[in-house]
T-cell receptor, first 115, second 112 residues
Framework: NAGVTQTPKFRVLKTGQSMTLLCAQDMNHEYMYWYRQDPGMGLRLIHYSVGEGTTAKGEVPDGYNVSRLKKQNFLLGLESAAPSQTSVYFC??????????????FGEGSRLTVL | GDSVTQMEGPVTLSEEAFLTINCTYTATGYPSLFWYVQYPGEGLQLLLKATKADDKGSNKGFEATYRKETTSFHLEKGSVQVSDSAVYFCALGAGTGNQFYFGTGTSLTVIP
């Protein structure tokens, strides 16, 4: 019973490098989200998806791109990493919009350090 | 804009002590309020929720009451256990947008 799985869990990048974080869920959820967590700032929404083939910007989308080619996967890409993107990234999913149940299912997080 | 503010931690309590973690919110309209918990090495999970004023959410001995007059949703537990050690996040959902507004999290450590 995997739930929401994020890979990789840890990564160190140099400024300017690119990388992709993968989020996979096995619960057949329509909605998927990428958040970042920074000290003293709580979780902030980067991008989200309301279904396969759809994506939308959240609160802090700059410097990131996303894709949802398959319903179960939601990819977060950094084309040219910057030190300001050092953070812990969380993926979440939900079957219904938050306003129906309020329940998001989160992955364990991916810690990214950009030097 | 909409937001939540929760008490800063870390909070350290002895086992069986009473716990309160304060959360206040700012929102237009009629938000729903949530508490999430993150145990070490795990993702966040929903602890409890309240969708309208005066509702009380409860789960695992934790309670929180949605108080519109004080714009608060404080988390309480009468007797904490070591297994309650975690980070607790207050969250708000408003309108029909697909996002929550999370607080900064409060770290709780319970010592035997």
């Amino acid at each position: 019973n995997a739930g929401v799985t994020q890979t990789p869990k840890f990564r160190v990048l140099k400024t300017g490098q690119s990388m992709t974080l993968l989020c996979a869920q096995d619960m057949n959820h329509e909605y998927m989200y990428w958040y970042r967590q920074d000290p003293g700032m709580g979780l902030r929404l980067i991008h989200y998806s309301v279904g396969e083939g759809t994506t939308a910007k959240g609160e802090v989308p700059d410097g990131y791109n996303v894709s949802r080619l398959k319903k179960q996967n939601f990819l977060l890409g950094l084309e040219s990493a910057a030190p300001s993107q050092t953070s812990v990234y969380f993926c979440a999913s939900s079957y219904l919009p938050w306003y129906d149940t309020g329940e998001l299912f989160f992955g364990e997080g991916s810690r990214l350090t950009v030097l | 804009g909409d937001s939540v503010t929760q008490m800063e931690g870390p909070v350290t309590l002895s086992e069986e002590a009473f716990l309160t973690i304060n959360c206040t919110y700012t929102a237009t309209g009629y938000p729903s309020l949530f508490w999430y918990v993150q145990y070490p090495g795990e993702g966040l999970q929903l602890l409890l929720k309240a969708t309208k004023a005066d509702d009380k959410g409860s789960n695992k001995g934790f309670e929180a009451t949605y108080r519109k007059e004080t714009t608060s949703f404080h988390l309480e537990k009468g007797s904490v256990q070591v297994s309650d050690s975690a980070v607790y996040f207050c969250a708000l959902g408003a309108g029909t947008g697909n996002q929550f507004y999370f607080g900064t999290g409060t770290s709780l450590t319970v010592i035997p």
